[in-house]
């Protein structure tokens, strides 16, 4: 595929236009709250639109998604805290390690179909929550502290903030874009055929096994960044929080209610969500029930509308199609 | 040496009580090729339901058993009718989705309403002493109610027409439709039978040891492992399945902190899943088509 070819899609540039807004909306006013609400939103974008690339196109749900968050959050941590690494190297290699691992775990469970897979996410999530609360290196079942020094490498850590929120914003960005790049080669289409009919798939020529594997060892690279990053902000790790099973949840969430399979769909799904969720937490009735809203709203979606907001938009309007992918 | 044999028999006695909520998953997914993922809320539902009865109506332990098994069943039937039945024939995900979701709404109201203590129901029964080791009776007699209640399910699988419709309609559910069995009944039964399993089960685990309202995941996880040892889809396996985790917890417990067995679990249920997909014991029940 030629990048000229690239460059003249719309959906090239709404994209593009989406990152310069996360950009531009907090900087303008040097607006703290907007930032980290935003911050927030691009952090579930970029696990939803990860997760996207196993749930949407090959039909695979991954139930421990947060694994690949929580792991690269830990490796990020450990490299700046006690190696004295720079957090960008740090977070990059944490993403890396995170993906090799992924490759690892993927050629062996990605063998498993369906249910059986699905099954073994949880497990593996569990497994590794489990490991890290005993491994003492790790800091065990209390974590990590980081100290506040740390960030004068990034003017303090006020400056931090902003410099660790664009570095956020650029993951996201190329989690969309991946997530786009995906779907139009020919390694994305050959998810898209295993996630409608495997057999079929294996019996025209796609690799399955080796496709699989490779979309989840892609899709753990960059939610490893953004763990690093986002626990990096908190200067504070422990394995309660980094493998809390709830982010998965509401990954999932994300991607069913934008819509799995398109790359527009979970940005939409996080954004609407992470709004949401503002509301809920901040109302008097429905503090103690986001997650029963959550619940509800997954389950209304895959009863009625498994297609989602996209699937909802495109029925309405065929034409999109064309323009937002 | 007394003292490994004395925690492998108790191993086998706790094991036990997993298989029962294994046979839960496992009967359902034999059925109809669905992972019941509300299986870790309905177990911490038995957990309430003694509790509750235990406790505010002064039921006597083991009698609050016959309750939890029938509001199991109506429950699980009504499960079926709401997040179930239009998700069968789909794909998996669809169905791991709709339970999933179920799980969210179920753990969400249960936090709401009793938030994240641990809850204790005393139970007292005189042991069984071996030497210098005391067998709980509380151990002993979830065991012999978990033999009970599997008998029953044999008994009612094998000999009576809802069960052997149950176990038609697990082997080629269009052949059984067309021999004028009522399969959307039969689904919905075996549904029932599933959640009624876990209810009893977490029923059961809530006389052994101090539960919370998120402890269903940990159990949950445990009847995969448990169902994964057996062979998705065979209540049999499930039973021994659980029989030989409650064995490896047994032998683990002596030799290294409990915190590290949960890792060694999970390990191996990764392990046996992409060795065995078919499970261990690989007797499947009954023979399916293709």
């Known amino acids: 595929m030629r990048v000229g070819t690239i460059l003249g899609r719309p959906f090239f540039w709404i994209v593009a236009a989406a990152i310069a807004l996360f950009v531009l909306a907090p900087t303008l006013g040097n607006n703290v709250e907007l930032r980290e609400s935003l911050l927030l939103a691009a952090v579930y974008i970029t696990l939803a639109s990860n997760l996207n690339l196993m749930l949407g196109y090959a039909g695979y749900v991954n139930f421990g998604s947060i694994v690949f968050f929580g792991l690269g959050g830990y490796f990020c941590i450990y490299f700046v805290n006690s190696l004295h690494w720079g957090l960008a190297p740090a977070a990059i290699a944490g993403g890396a390690a995170v993906s090799v691992l992924a490759l690892l775990f993927g050629l062996g469970i990605l063998r498993l179909r369906g249910a059986y897979f699905a099954l073994a996410t949880i497990g593996v999530n569990e497994a590794v929550m489990a490991f890290v609360t005993n491994f003492q290196p790790w800091g065990g079942g209390t974590g990590i502290y980081l100290s506040t020094e740390l960030f004068k490498p990034l003017g303090g850590p006020a400056a931090a903030l902003w410099v660790i929120y664009y570095i956020l914003v650029g993951v996201m960005g190329l989690s969309l874009y991946l997530s786009y790049f995906v779907k139009l080669s020919k390694f994305g289409l050959g998810l898209l055929a295993i996630g409608q009919n495997e057999d079929a798939a294996a019996v025209l020529g796609v690799p399955a096994p080796r496709y699989k594997a490779l979309a989840y060892c892609v899709s753990a690279f960059l939610p490893a960044i953004a763990g690093g990053l986002y626990f990096f902000k908190g200067a504070f790790i422990q394995p309660t929080d980094a493998f809390d099973l709830q982010f998965s949840t509401e990954a999932i969430v994300i991607v069913m209610l934008g819509g799995q399979g398109t790359v527009m769909g979970p940005a939409l799904g996080a954004y609407l969500y992470e709004q949401l969720r503002g509301w809920l937490l901040t109302s008097d009735t429905f503090a103690n029930f986001q997650l029963v809203i959550a619940g509800v709203l997954l389950l209304v979606i895959v009863l009625f509308a498994p297609g989602g907001l996209m699937g909802w938009l495109y029925g309405r309007w065929p034409r999109l199609k064309r323009v937002l992918e | ?290």
């Open chain 2, 1 to 290: 040496m007394i003292g490994l044999l004395a925690s492998i028999l108790d191993g086998l006695l706790v094991g036990s009580v997993y298989g029962l909520a294994a046979m839960g998953i496992t009967l359902i997914w034999g059925v109809m090729d669905v992972i019941n993922l509300t299986h870790g809320s309905m177990i911490v539902a038995g957990m309430f339901g003694l509790y509750l009865l235990f406790n505010d109506a002064g039921v006597p332990v083991y009698a609050t058993l016959p309750p939890v098994l029938v509001a199991g069943l109506l429950f699980g039937i009504a499960l079926y009718g709401i997040a179930v039945h239009r998700m069968i024939g789909r794909p998996p995900l669809m169905s791991l989705l709709s339970t999933f979701s179920v799980n969210l709404v179920l753990v969400g109201l249960a936090t709401a309403e009793w938030g994240t203590v641990l809850f204790n129901v005393p139970v007292s029964l005189p042991g069984f002493s071996l030497g210098r080791y005391t067998f709980p009776g509380t151990h002993i007699m979830a065991a012999v109610m978990t033999a009970v209640i599997a008998g029953i399910l044999y008994a009612f699988l094998f000999h009576t027409r809802p069960g052997k419709a149950v176990r038609a309609v697990s082997g080629n559910r269009e052949a059984a439709e067309l021999v004028g069995i009522p399969t959307t009944r039969v689904l919905a039964l075996a549904f029932g039978l599933g959640v009624a399993l876990a209810c009893v089960s977490g029923m059961l685990i809530a006389t052994l040891f101090p539960f919370t309202v998120l402890s269903g995941d940990a159990y949950q996880l445990k009847s995969f492992v448990v169902t994964v040892l057996g062979g998705l889809g065979n209540p049999t396996g499930a039973l021994i399945g659980g029989i030989a985790l409650g064995l490896f917890e047994g032998l683990a417990t002596p030799f290294m902190p409990v915190s590290w067995t949960l890792v060694f679990e999970f390990v191996l249920f990764v392990i046996v899943l992409i060795a065995f997909p078919g499970g261990l014991l690989n007797l499947r029940w009954p023979r399916r088509a293709g």
